[in-house]
């Protein structure tokens, strides 16, 4: 080694660097860290070649963690110098050379003498200023990268190697010992190994995620054509409703959007079917918001469980209104074609018979820009002095999701329609004026009810 | 001729008193020196010695400084023949290292950030409540523990 001494180290093709090329999650959640380094620690695990190690305490639950592969291996295949994971989507390098069809595998040599000489090659090239044709980065995420990504570190990863000994149920050093005193999972995930994770061969890990990718089932739309609205589960506090309606509105003409806080889900109506179809065919197992995935699923009927409540009654006093209705509101603005068939023959399958019959919204869509608040108007709250016909549009859909607890509804008995429960819709729309020609709930209450149903 | 002996240590007062203590340590450490280190990690090889060393030390402070039952003639003497290491027993009279536990374990230049040893550090301050020093197998000799 002492010939080596002497020598110009650069020329050898030992490396030094002054900062690591680590992922998020090898890097730990502490944003404080003190990290050791060493130049020409150790040789890389890939080309054998010296390389500066670094080397710190990821977070206080984690094990020391160093940097593995030098950082011209890494940037060849733009991976993390500790994990060997791509550092733009943390999977592995076959799962992404899979999804984005790059074959890397030609040309990097794997031959002793062929990879080191390719390695200081591309060192000087990349000294000289001619950085290597990279298209890592530029290259457009395709689906299945986005369905297998993590959207958050994932520090697990950090945590401290088995006891050797406790394996062998020889350890002595009890609560003192830093290692981990688990049994190891056996299976295929257990084979890995550097080189082939690097090289994107036979990784068992990629294999697992590949094959999950390929499992993963697209939404299939339900039968019943009436259903518009899209489930979306797994929400927190940081997601807004406004943030749900960038991410689905260019997808269709959205209806209604109902956040339901305590279950930490969302309902997604759009004023189309197409629009609903189209949206859970591009979102479905990708739809991130905010750094966070999301779970999308089709809405379901609330029919089955209203049926066993009210049964019949219901179902008749659903009808029963709409045959006293006064008709000449019905030819002004013909309702929606279901609901005038359903008057006369009221099919028994009918998912929706005890529902009101959706209230013409389509006549008064509010894009976002007719909302006022948008622009920065204050508008005093209108629950008190709003009107009930017009609030009851809004909150109607509300009521088509079995999964959805309703605000506190009245007990649906005969007189369903009678005291309406109008929640005021929890979004920041204007309300239009009161028009009491739109007033299209089939109510059999007299003219004085409304006044009832706002005290 | 008669031999002319020349190393003949003179004892002060009160050392029959501390005597067998001191021999049963030495002997210990002599023990200690003699123990195979087989099943050991190779940074317990040397905490016994630390241990003995540090014990040897402490009864000899602990006599002449907190139960004042030696003279000072007889505690320059033990520190002279090694039976205690007058290092260490500078450092238990400052502040803040009454309960030291060696002396490596408080150079900064031994460790990578330029701190002492993880023993030093206060119980309540710690995130691993159960340590073991790398340099002495100390468990904590922070002075308020």
């Not at chain 1, 006022?372 to 017009?390: D, H, K, T, W």
């Not at chain 2, 007889?74 to 205690?84: M, V």
Request: proline residues 9%; glycine residues 6%.
């Amino acid at each position: 080694m002492a010939h080596r001494v002497l020598r110009d180290v650069e020329a050898d093709g030992w490396e030094r660097s002054d900062f690591p090329i680590i992922c998020e999650s090898c890097l730990g959640d502490n944003p404080y860290i003190r990290m050791t380094k060493e130049n020409y620690g150790a040789e890389c695990k890939i080309c054998t070649r010296p390389f500066t190690v670094f080397m710190w305490r990821p977070g206080r639950d984690a094990r020391y963690k160093k940097t593995e592969i030098c950082q011209t291996c890494s940037k060849l295949k733009n991976v993390c110098q500790v994990c060997v994971l791509d550092l733009e989507y943390g999977l592995p390098v076959q799962v992404r050379d899979t999804a984005l069809s790059i074959s890397s595998h030609d040309s990097i040599p794997k031959s002793d003498v062929n990879r080191e000489y390719f390695a200081e090659e591309h060192d000087r090239r990349a000294r000289a200023g001619l950085d290597y044709e990279s298209s890592y980065g530029k290259v457009r995420p395709n689906d299945t990268l986005l369905k297998l990504q993590r959207t958050t570190p994932y520090y697990q990863r950090n945590r401290a190697h088995i006891c050797s000994f406790y394996i062998r149920g020889e350890c002595t050093r009890g609560a003192e010992c830093p290692y981990r005193h688990e049994m190891p999972v056996t299976g295929e995930l257990s084979q890995q190994n550097i080189k082939d994770r690097y090289y994107g061969i036979n990784d068992p890990v990629a294999l697992k995620l590949l094959n999950k990718a390929g499992d993963m089932p697209a939404l299939e739309p339900p039968d019943d054509e009436s259903i518009r609205t899209l489930y979306v589960g797994g929400l927190d506090a940081r997601i807004s409703e406004q943030d749900l309606r960038d991410e689905f509105y260019s997808h269709g003409e959205i209806e209604s959007i109902k956040m339901v806080v305590q279950k930490a889900c969302a309902f997604v109506t759009y004023t189309t079917r197409e629009g609903a179809e189209k949206a859970a065919a591009e979102l479905s197992n990708k739809l991130v918001v905010k750094g966070l995935r999301l779970k999308l699923m089709w809405g379901r009927p609330q029919a089955a469980k209203l049926d066993g409540e009210t049964g019949l009654s219901a179902a008749h006093s659903g009808l029963l209104p709409r045959a006293v209705i006064s008709h000449q509101q019905y030819q002004d603005v013909p309702p929606p074609g279901t609901s005038t068939s359903q008057d006369q023959q009221l099919p028994p399958h009918m998912q929706y018979f005890n529902i009101p019959p959706p209230p013409p919204q389509y006549e008064r869509t509010f894009y976002p820009s007719m909302d006022p608040q948008r622009m920065g108007a204050a508008i005093p709250n209108q629950e008190g002095g709003g009107s009930g016909g017009s609030t009851e549009n809004k909150g109607d859909p509300g009521l088509q999701y079995a999964a959805y607890p309703p605000p506190p509804l009245p007990p649906h008995g005969g007189d369903q329609y009678y005291q309406q429960y109008y929640a005021p819709p929890p979004y920041g729309y204007m309300q239009p004026p009161p028009e009491q020609s739109y007033q299209q709930y089939p109510s059999t209450v007299p003219p004085t009810a409304p006044t009832d149903e706002q005290a | 001729m008669p031999k002319v002996k020349t190393n003949r240590v003179k004892y002060p007062e009160g050392w029959e008193l501390i005597e067998p203590t001191l021999r049963e340590l030495q002997g210990k450490m002599r023990e200690a020196e003699n123990d195979p280190h087989d099943g050991k990690r190779k940074c317990e090889a040397l905490w016994p010695i630390f241990k003995i060393a540090h014990q040897k030390s402490r009864y000899i402070y602990d006599l002449y400084y907190r139960r004042k039952e030696i003279s000072k003639e007889l505690f320059e003497f033990c520190l002279d023949q090694g039976y205690a290491d007058r290092n260490i027993i500078a450092k238990w009279k400052k502040p803040g290292y009454e309960r030291l536990c060696c002396l490596r374990c408080i150079q900064p230049r031994d460790h990578n950030f330029q701190t002492t040893c993880v023993c030093r550090v206060p119980k309540h301050l710690r995130e691993e409540k159960v340590i073991e020093c790398v340099h002495c197998g100390c468990k904590g000799c922070a002075s308020g523990d």
